[in-house]
């Protein structure tokens, strides 16, 4: 149901690219329709019919002309210009472009990213007994350096509750070592430093 959906909506963006700029070089666009098959629904403004279709697969955008029948009117597709029936055509790989760019957009601006600094140090933990403080940065695991907060969940489970020696920034920019002894939490089955790291959204 997905697939259909999304094809769908491909598939009207690019009709619709078609649709904009036959309007704006002066076609008569006969009619803009969503989905295909038998009409649910239909309406006219100015000279074009717009109309729903029984199954939503798609649409199509019909104008004057665009097939070789005989059509010589001057607003028919095929009385235009080279130029203008190319950039017709061009809009709908155009505005399916335009669409994917949106979406992986709109995906970016959503996901999130876990950092390796500290917002709250939770109580009777690995981390409030070594010292770490909100908003101290770890920058290094055993001399490796890190990056985002999952790599020091990697390296806590790989390293089997061992010691660890850790290189902090703290909010004032001094650096600092702590070594700490991660605790097992047994509900979920994991070792823990002990705090909650900030989280970055978007870009």
Same mark, same amino acid.
């Given at each position: 149901?997905?697939?259909?959906? *999304?094809?769908?909506?491909?598939?009207?963006? =690019?009709?619709?690219? =078609?649709? &904009? &700029?036959?309007?704006? #070089?002066?076609?008569?666009?006969?009619?803009?329709?969503? /989905?295909? /098959?038998?009409?649910?629904?239909?309406?006219?403004?100015?000279?074009?019919?717009?109309?729903?279709? &029984?199954?939503?697969?798609?649409?199509?955008?019909?104008? @004057?002309?665009?097939?070789?029948?005989?059509?010589?009117?001057?607003?028919?597709?095929?009385?235009?210009?080279? /130029?203008?029936?190319?950039?017709?055509?061009?809009?709908?790989?155009?505005? #399916?472009?335009? *669409?994917?760019?949106?979406?992986?957009?709109?995906?970016?601006?959503?996901?999130?990213?876990?950092?390796?600094?500290?917002?709250?140090?939770? +109580?009777?933990?690995?981390?409030?007994?070594?010292?770490?403080?909100?908003?101290?940065?770890?920058?290094?695991?055993?001399?490796?350096? &890190? =990056?985002?907060?999952?790599?020091?969940?990697?390296?806590?489970?790989? #390293?089997?509750? @061992?010691?660890?020696?850790?290189?902090?920034?703290?909010?004032?920019?001094? =650096?600092?070592?702590?070594?700490?002894? +991660?605790?097992?939490?047994?509900?979920? /089955?994991?070792?823990?430093?002990?705090?909650?790291?900030?989280?970055?959204?978007?870009?």
């Amino acid at each position: 149901m997905i697939t259909i959906i *999304l094809l769908g909506v491909l598939v009207i963006a =690019h009709e619709f690219g =078609h649709f &904009i &700029i036959a309007k704006k #070089n002066g076609i008569w666009v006969q009619e803009f329709a969503v /989905g295909m /098959g038998p009409k649910i629904f239909s309406r006219t403004k100015g000279d074009t019919e717009y109309s729903i279709r &029984i199954l939503p697969l798609g649409g199509f955008c019909r104008m @004057e002309g665009e097939a070789e029948d005989g059509a010589s009117s001057s607003t028919s597709f095929l009385s235009k210009s080279v /130029g203008a029936r190319m950039a017709v055509m061009a809009a709908g790989p155009v505005m #399916n472009f335009l *669409l994917a760019f949106l979406m992986i957009f709109g995906l970016t601006c959503t996901t999130y990213t876990a950092t390796p600094v500290i917002k709250e140090v939770l +109580p009777d933990s690995a981390a409030a007994a070594s010292g770490l403080e909100v908003g101290d940065r770890i920058q290094k695991i055993d001399g490796k350096t &890190i =990056h985002i907060y999952d790599e020091l969940q990697y390296t806590l489970q790989s #390293n089997h509750g @061992e010691s660890l020696t850790l290189d902090v920034v703290d909010a004032t920019g001094t =650096h600092h070592k702590y070594k700490l002894q +991660p605790k097992l939490d047994e509900k979920q /089955g994991r070792y823990l430093i002990g705090f909650s790291p900030e989280v970055k959204t978007g870009l």
